[in-house]
T-cell receptor, first 109, second 117 residues
């Protein structure tokens, strides 16, 4: 079983739609969780950290469920510019990042 | 703040030659830097953790004699791919963890695309 699993997609959604991604992780001792966005042939960029209490940044909402060991990302009112690959990241030990395979999102006009 | 640069951004080399990639933290000090590799349509895979002033820690399956890492200062880590082969062609990305930072967030460089012919 992979340490961090994501549905690779692609998720094709129309502009304005709401889309949600989930990510599961296997190490219950993981401490930190992030969502990164990666555009084609570019480096990953931090989208948001994920906390147990949940956090929201504009159209983006992230949630962490430690009991079930998954994190989620909700994107409301999708824009064409949201098209990218969304990477779930879980830390293992001190500072070490474990990346999920990423979920591809295509927002269609 | 928290900018990480990589050089070169793209390199093409012949099989059997060595290639050095530099990773610099421009506006912060980083005792710890990380090297990742990403093949097409795959996620980032951690290759090694680079520690200033000490030996790098390599992930399982990564040959330390092939991927030489040097972290000589608090702002610079280098990865040298020795005797490169076509299967080493990949996107190499470094990241740095800010010393005295309040979180374990990593800051990523823009990546180096290596093509071995």
């Amino acid at each position: 079983r992979k340490e961090v699993e994501q549905d690779p997609g692609p998720f094709n959604v129309p502009e304005g739609a709401t889309v949600a991604f989930n990510c599961t992780y296997s190490n219950s001792a993981s401490q930190s969780f992030f969502w990164y966005r990666q555009d084609c042939r570019k480096e990953p960029k931090l989208l948001m950290s994920v906390y147990s209490s949940g956090n929201e940044d504009g159209r983006f909402t992230a949630q962490l469920n430690r009991a079930s060991q998954y994190i989620s990302l909700l994107i409301r009112d999708s824009k064409l510019s949201d098209s990218a690959t969304y990477l779930c990241v879980v830390t293992s030990g001190t500072y070490k990042y474990i990346f999920g395979t990423g979920t591809r999102l295509k927002v269609l006009a | 703040g928290a900018v990480v640069s990589q050089h070169p951004s793209r390199v093409i080399c012949k099989s059997g030659t060595s290639v050095k990639i530099e990773c610099r933290s421009l506006d912060f000090q980083a005792t710890t830097m990380f090297w990742y590799r990403q093949f097409p349509k795959q996620s980032l895979m951690l290759m090694a953790t680079s520690n200033e002033g000490s030996k790098a820690t390599y992930e399982q399956g990564v040959e330390k004699d092939k991927f030489l890492i040097n972290h000589a200062s608090l702002t610079l880590s280098t990865l040298t791919v020795t005797s490169a082969h076509p299967e080493d062609s990949s996107f190499y990305i470094c990241s740095a963890n800010r010393d005295r930072g309040s979180s374990d967030e990593q800051y990523f460089g823009p990546g180096t695309r290596l093509t071995v012919t």
